[in-house]
């Protein structure tokens, strides 16, 4: 059976990214070659939840908002996030070896945010105003997220600007009482 996109041309090597758009979004049609800001643009179209990727301990706690985490596989039980090779959270996961995944509820939209600041306050101040806990690994746990997954890492992976880390998932919990996520979508915060 024919494959083809709406609108496309089966066996097209062009990207006709446009039909598979909403109207409004302002991504408009886009072929090859593109840019970086069409790759961002298009992969914006996925709507994902949002996590704060958290690491470290007590004393040197670091949190990060990701929606790159995916689950990977139930037994064992494996989940992975991407983190920019160059930027702390990266380091931090490498060198801690173990990461917790915060999947944050609507309304949670000021945290997220918050750990996608670059410049926001770094360490235990981090988190002086997230109200959080511990489990297994010692990585926080934000208080209101809508499930958590406390991981600890088992593969790392260079893959072109990002690193991927894989996590055995040894905790994990959701909040039942919470019925709608945080979602990101062409590059706004969004409720279901
Ligand atoms: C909704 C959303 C999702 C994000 N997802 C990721 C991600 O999956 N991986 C990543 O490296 N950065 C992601 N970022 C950007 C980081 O949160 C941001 O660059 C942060 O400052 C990284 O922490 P660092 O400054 O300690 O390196 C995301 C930002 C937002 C707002």
Do not use: K, W
Not at 62 to 80: I, K, R
Not at 100 to 125: C, D, T
Not at 160 to 187: C, K, N, Q, T, Y
């Amino acid at each position: 059976m024919e494959n083809r996109p709406p609108g496309g041309q089966a066996g097209s090597l062009s990207c006709n990214a446009a039909d598979y758009l909403a109207p409004g979004t302002g991504a408009g049609r886009i072929e090859a070659p593109f840019r970086r800001q069409d790759l961002r643009d298009v992969l914006g179209m996925y709507a994902t939840g949002v996590t704060v990727i958290t690491t470290g301990d007590a004393d040197a706690p670091y949190g990060m908002t990701a929606n790159s985490f995916t689950g990977v596989s139930l037994d064992p039980p494996l989940v992975l996030v991407c983190a920019m090779s160059d930027g702390q959270g990266a380091a931090m996961i490498s060198a801690g070896g173990h990461f917790a995944v915060n999947v944050l509820a609507a309304g949670q939209e000021a945290i997220s945010h918050f750990f996608a600041s670059p410049s926001r306050p770094r360490g235990r101040e981090a988190f002086a105003d997230v109200p959080h806990r511990r489990l297994v690994t010692g990585a926080p746990i934000i208080n209101g997220a809508a499930a958590h997954l406390d991981c600890s890492l088992v593969a790392e992976h260079e893959a072109g600007d990002h690193m991927i880390f894989i996590g055995e998932v040894l905790a994990l919990g959701a909040e039942p009482s919470i019925r709608s996520p945080l979602i990101f979508f062409a590059g706004r915060y969004q409720a279901l």
